[in-house]
């Protein structure tokens, strides 16, 4: 009878292992350390992009620069057994840099007090599809939501205000007097620049509209949160059907401005759960590779400068040992502020692992973006982090990588940005390097201790 019950469950297992071969998702089990205990051939390859060495022996290591947060998501989840995350997004560096990142969904289940289980999934396809659906759903949103209280502006080839009429005064307060000035008179200052504006228009003109939230600037110099839609008006036909020229002072774009301060919460709510990182604030991976996306794009159609910066806090391991994980946290929050303190407003900030930072630049060049690391560099130094009742000082590592020529594309740009980080790292810390274009194994900038820009 015990040869019988053992032949079974010897058959059970065999079954087991054979679905978990077979399974059409990654599948790893691991223990509560994130120590890998077994794992089926999709997750191993789905994986492996993460293993710097060509090993997997840790989950939580593994997924550290896209999930930095996860192994302290698993340890927090109380219960004896359950779901402790459903189809988490993790936003990988991008083999093909013309489609964007590969993206995984990841969902954890806790088996029991030693063991977890990860479910993997390639949702790359899918999450290009959703990202074009939700282009779709904002641009049907502008047309049909509140569509009494709006203004309606023309603008002529240049983004210049062609007329005035009482919707403007009504949504702006602006007087006729606003004729001829840039859209730009509506952004609060640094909000945007005469290259963005111009992006735009030619976004309009390729896609047949653009659409972009954020704030707005009535005339007495108040704010509110406003939706802008910009689209081509058909160009206007002669007699012989061919389009003719328009001048600069004919209306070219047509620009519909809605306040939508009372939806703001719910809107930032929303973009805050899929978009932003829950400690810092800052972009999450998700945010940072659209951003980066786009940005790439329009450098392509403008042919201006991109630049990236990439950072990180030196012997941040070192601060968690001596302090605590959460005076570690008080010192990514820290470091957070000040990067917003330092950079523009349209500047995308982002946290993409654990105590790596990164910075997307649109229409700054090598000179200026070296400017700007050294001023976060310095404003790090000397203004120190706090918790509680201790003062932590710290400082960051700084690498910086423009895209040229010899960049194929955004994955490309972000390898030499993080060769040149560890090429600050060796250096010595605390410093900001740039690697020659050429041979990126050399400074060809650097700032830092005993260096001024």
Same mark, same amino acid.
């Given at each position: 009878?015990?040869?019988?019950?053992?032949?079974?469950?010897?058959?059970?297992?065999?079954? /087991?292992?054979?679905?978990?071969?077979?399974?059409?998702? @990654?599948?790893?089990?691991?223990?509560?350390?994130? =120590?890998?205990?077994?794992?089926?051939? *999709?997750?191993?390859?789905?994986?492996?992009?993460?293993?710097?060495?060509?090993?997997?022996?840790?989950?939580?290591?593994?997924?550290?620069?896209?999930?930095?947060? *996860?192994?302290?998501?698993?340890?927090?989840?109380?219960?004896?057994?359950?779901?402790?995350?459903?189809?988490?997004?993790?936003? /990988?560096?991008?083999?093909? !840099?013309?489609?964007?990142?590969?993206?995984?969904? /990841?969902?954890?289940?806790?088996?029991?007090?030693?063991?977890?289980?990860?479910?993997?999934?390639?949702?790359?396809?899918?999450?290009?599809?959703?990202?074009?659906?939700?282009? =779709?759903?904002?641009?049907?949103?502008?047309?049909? =939501? $509140?569509?009494?209280?709006?203004?309606?502006?023309? *603008?002529?080839?240049?983004?210049?205000?062609?007329?005035?009429?009482?919707?403007?005064?009504?949504?702006? @307060?602006?007087?006729?007097?606003?004729?001829?000035?840039?859209?730009?008179?509506?952004?609060?200052?640094?909000?945007?620049?005469?290259?963005?504006?111009?992006?735009?228009?030619?976004?309009?003109?390729?896609?047949?509209?653009?659409?972009?939230?954020?704030? #707005?600037?009535?005339?007495?110099?108040?704010?509110?949160?406003?939706?802008?839609?910009?689209?081509?008006?058909?160009?206007?036909?002669?007699?012989?059907?061919?389009?003719?020229?328009?001048?600069?002072?004919?209306?070219?774009?047509?620009?519909?401005?809605?306040?939508?301060?009372?939806?703001?919460?719910?809107?930032?709510?929303?973009?805050?759960?899929?978009?932003?990182?829950?400690?810092?604030?800052?972009?999450?991976?998700?945010?940072?590779?659209?951003?980066?996306? /786009?940005?790439?794009?329009?450098?392509?159609?403008?042919?201006?400068?991109?630049?990236?910066?990439? *950072?990180?806090?030196?012997?941040?391991?070192?601060?968690?040992?001596?302090?605590?994980?959460?005076?570690?946290?008080?010192? &990514?929050?820290?470091?957070?502020?000040?990067?917003?303190?330092?950079?523009?407003?349209?500047?995308?900030? !982002?946290?993409?692992?654990?105590?790596?930072?990164?910075?997307?630049?649109?229409?700054? $060049?090598?000179?200026?973006?070296?400017?700007?690391?050294?001023? &976060? #560099?310095?404003?790090?130094? &000397?203004?120190?982090?706090? %918790?509680?009742?201790?003062?932590?000082?710290?400082?960051?590592?700084? @690498?910086?990588?423009?895209?040229?020529?010899?960049?194929?594309?955004?994955? !490309?740009?972000?390898?030499?940005?993080?060769? !040149?980080? %560890?090429?600050?790292?060796?250096?010595?810390? $605390?410093?900001?390097?740039?690697?020659?274009?050429?041979?990126?194994?050399?400074?060809?900038?650097?700032?830092?201790?005993?260096?001024?820009?």
């Amino acid at each position: 009878m015990s040869s019988v019950i053992n032949s079974t469950e010897s058959e059970e297992y065999e079954a /087991l292992l054979q679905f978990l071969y077979m399974a059409p998702v @990654g599948l790893v089990q691991i223990s509560s350390d994130g =120590t890998i205990i077994m794992l089926n051939p *999709l997750s191993a390859q789905l994986l492996m992009p993460l293993s710097q060495d060509g090993e997997l022996t840790n989950l939580f290591d593994a997924l550290a620069p896209v999930a930095p947060d *996860l192994q302290l998501q698993c340890s927090q989840f109380a219960a004896s057994y359950g779901q402790i995350c459903d189809a988490t997004r993790l936003y /990988l560096h991008a083999d093909d !840099a013309a489609n964007g990142p590969q993206v995984l969904s /990841l969902s954890m289940l806790k088996l029991d007090e030693e063991r977890l289980m990860a479910v993997l999934n390639d949702i790359t396809l899918q999450d290009r599809r959703e990202r074009q659906l939700r282009k =779709t759903d904002a641009w049907l949103n502008a047309i049909m =939501t $509140n569509i009494a209280d709006y203004a309606l502006v023309s *603008l002529d080839k240049q983004g210049r205000i062609e007329s005035w009429n009482e919707s403007i005064a009504r949504v702006t @307060g602006h007087a006729p007097g606003v004729k001829g000035q840039p859209y730009a008179i509506f952004y609060p200052a640094g909000a945007t620049t005469q290259e963005q504006q111009m992006e735009r228009l030619r976004e309009a003109d390729e896609n047949g509209w653009t659409l972009h939230e954020g704030a #707005r600037l009535r005339a007495d110099g108040h704010e509110f949160w406003g939706s802008s839609m910009i689209s081509p008006l058909p160009a206007r036909i002669e007699e012989n059907a061919e389009p003719c020229e328009l001048s600069d002072e004919e209306p070219a774009y047509c620009m519909i401005i809605r306040d939508i301060s009372d939806k703001r919460d719910v809107s930032e709510n929303l973009r805050k759960a899929a978009y932003c990182d829950h400690l810092t604030g800052l972009s999450n991976r998700r945010a940072f590779f659209e951003a980066a996306d /786009l940005e790439l794009l329009r450098r392509n159609n403008a042919l201006r400068p991109l630049s990236l910066i990439m *950072l990180d806090a030196d012997h941040f391991k070192a601060i968690n040992d001596q302090y605590g994980h959460p005076a570690g946290d008080a010192v &990514l929050c820290h470091l957070a502020a000040t990067m917003k303190s330092v950079c523009r407003q349209i500047d995308i900030l !982002a946290r993409i692992g654990g105590e790596e930072f990164a910075v997307i630049l649109p229409s700054v $060049n090598l000179a200026d973006v070296m400017a700007v690391a050294e001023r &976060l #560099r310095k404003q790090v130094q &000397l203004i120190p982090a706090m %918790y509680e009742q201790h003062v932590i000082a710290y400082t960051i590592s700084i @690498g910086v990588a423009v895209m040229d020529d010899s960049v194929s594309g955004f994955d !490309a740009l972000m390898k030499r940005a993080d060769q !040149a980080l %560890y090429a600050a790292k060796r250096a010595g810390r $605390n410093r900001v390097v740039c690697l020659d274009a050429e041979a990126a194994h050399f400074p060809a900038q650097q700032t830092g201790v005993g260096h001024e820009w």
